[in-house]
């Protein structure tokens, strides 16, 4: 078996910092270093999980003590596959682990879906955790009604957000632009839309009855009743699905309740396809076509009837899932969104890609929470480990091989110094305001924090700190 040296990881989410934790064990000796598009690390954790979720948020920790091995380096603000490419991290490194998870949505595809106040959750999502790239977007919520489609968590999260009380958000992480806006919002009723059938909900029961317990705000079952056929019975009947089951209880136990008079209503609807997006300019009916489901037991299909359904609403939100993107030099499976790999090991029309893996949302499509990283991450560096039995290692020279080219591009690189730099003057933003953090929420921003430098040689092999010493300061 031949040892592996120098290791690359791309992308700074849960999967990223699994596989580096997993690479620092499993390989005595070893340098990893892991590039993150932004200055920032930790991706979805701090990007995706919600502001009043801050106990899911300390996972943090256990990547923050992962960042201190002196064997790990960080490398921020570096795009790859366009500040530096696979290839030459493949030049450099014996081993590249592709971590970067699924940045954009998908589309529901249907007429209408462009009008104005038609969202996606991934740009609600990263509007108000702070995501640099949503920064600008506007979200019109001047609407008392509006729509989220999809029956998953992230649904849950989106719906919870517009119905929460402001003042529960106020001392959350939430970005200073959104809660200003969330303030004045008018949004009083959210309908939960569905495609298959509460069986088939994909919510975690946890999350489904924090939206039963919104303050003030009324749960519903559209129509008020729940009715499965023998297949979602046999379903709920599985003793592997216990959470569909404590779902279907959660539901059945909101029926019969009569009206409610609170401030603002949720209500979840089943079995409905969206149809199209009517509206002047902008969103004022969502049009969904009803079906019924058909198949075997966990196989169940939806099949379109001929009955349309409209709900007059005034914004609406498509949380259908999240959607991988391809880089420069990967392979890409375009219909699942992911990079095509047998056990993490990345494959090109079936043949292993030399010293090329792959983990987390990117590795396996866009599910599972942050835990169910750590052992996709393992896999993927037990795969490493099985390969490398029978492999030749060339000699490679690590991050000292890539100086040239950064240093080429003038890339300003952000380090563990800088990030840390970041953080406390981000936790002292939130301070005045009793917020555990007030993020930065431009790129700008952050990168004025810290003294910057681009990519000379010596900061290559260097502490952090030597590196600041070398530094070519902007
Ligand atoms: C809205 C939302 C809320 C969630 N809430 C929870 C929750 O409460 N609890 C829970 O357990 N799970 C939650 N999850 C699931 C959890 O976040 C994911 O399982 C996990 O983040 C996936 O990790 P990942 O590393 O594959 O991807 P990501 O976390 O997306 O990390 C990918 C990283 O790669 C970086 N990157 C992208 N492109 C490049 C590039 N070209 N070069 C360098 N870096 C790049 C990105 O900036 C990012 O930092 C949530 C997911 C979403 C979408
Ligand atoms: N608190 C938490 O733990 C937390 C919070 C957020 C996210 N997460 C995790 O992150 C992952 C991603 O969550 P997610 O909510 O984005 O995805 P998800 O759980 O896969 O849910 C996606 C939903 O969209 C529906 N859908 C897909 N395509 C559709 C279409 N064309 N038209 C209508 N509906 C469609 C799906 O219905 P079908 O079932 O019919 O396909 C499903 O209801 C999940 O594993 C989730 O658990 C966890």
């Known amino acids: 078996m031949t040892v592996a040296k120098h290791a690359a990881v791309v ?55 992962i960042m201190q091995s002196e064997r790990f380096k960080f490398f921020g603000n570096v795009t790859v596959g366009q500040d530096i490419s696979v290839d030459a991290l493949l030049g450099a490194y014996d ?221 609406v939100f498509g949380s259908i899932g999240y959607r991988g993107q391809p880089i420069e030099d990967v392979p890409f499976d375009a219909r699942r969104g992911i990079v095509p790999n047998c056990r993490g090991r990345v494959e090109r029309d079936g043949i292993a890609v030399d010293g090329l893996y792959v983990t987390g949302w990117l590795k396996r499509g866009p599910t599972g929470i942050i835990g169910t990283n750590r052992a996709d991450s393992i896999e993927t560096v037990q795969q490493i480990q099985r390969d490398l039995v029978h492999s030749e290692l060339k000699s490679k020279h690590g991050r000292e091989a890539l100086a040239a080219s950064l240093a080429q591009n003038r890339i300003d690189i952000v380090g563990l110094q800088d990030w840390l730099q970041i953080d406390s003057a981000e936790r002292a933003r939130g301070l005045g305001s009793g917020k555990p953090r007030e993020k930065f929420t431009r790129i700008t921003e952050m990168l004025d924090r810290v003294s910057l430098r681009h990519f000379p040689k010596a900061a290559a092999s260097g502490s952090d700190d030597s590196a600041r010493r070398q530094a070519s300061v902007r």
Request: charged share 25%; hydrophobic share 40%; aromatic share 8%.
């Open 11 to 65: 992308g700074s989410g849960a999967s990223g910092f699994y596989a580096v934790e997993a690479l620092l064990s499993g390989f005595p000796g070893i340098a990893v270093d892991m590039f993150e598009r932004l200055p920032t690390p930790y991706g979805l954790v701090r990007s995706g999980v919600a502001p009043d979720h801050p106990k899911l948020k300390q996972v943090t920790l256990v990547f923050d003590k």
């Open 95 to 315: 081993i590249v682990i592709l971590a970067y998870g699924a940045s954009t949505d998908r589309k529901m595809g249907i007429p209408g879906e462009g009008l104005d106040n038609s969202h996606s959750a991934t740009e609600f999502v990263g509007w108000y955790n702070g995501h640099p790239d949503f920064r600008d977007c506007a979200f019109d919520l001047n609407q008392e009604v509006a729509v989220v489609v999809g029956h998953g968590n992230v649904a849950a999260d989106v719906s919870r957000i517009l119905l929460r009380p402001v003042d529960e958000l106020r001392r959350t992480d939430i970005a200073a632009h959104a809660l200003e806006v969330l303030a004045e919002s008018k949004v009083r009723e959210v309908h939960l839309v569905g495609r298959r059938g509460p069986a088939q909900a994909k919510f975690t029961t946890r999350e489904l009855r924090g939206l039963g317990s919104i303050r003030d705000c009324a749960a519903a079952v559209h129509g008020d009743a729940i009715v499965v056929g023998s297949a979602c019975e046999t379903e709920l009947a599985a003793p592997s699905n216990l959470n569909a089951l404590r779902n279907m209880e959660f539901f059945r136990g909101l029926c019969g309740r009569g009206s409610d008079r609170q401030a603002r209503r949720l209500v979840f609807h089943f079995c409905l396809n969206p149809e199209r997006l009517e509206g002047e300019g902008r969103v004022e009916n969502f049009i969904f076509r009803s079906n019924t489901l058909k198949g075997k037991p966990f196989e169940q299909s939806t099949v379109a009837t001929d009955e349309l359904r409209s709900i007059a609403c005034g914004l």
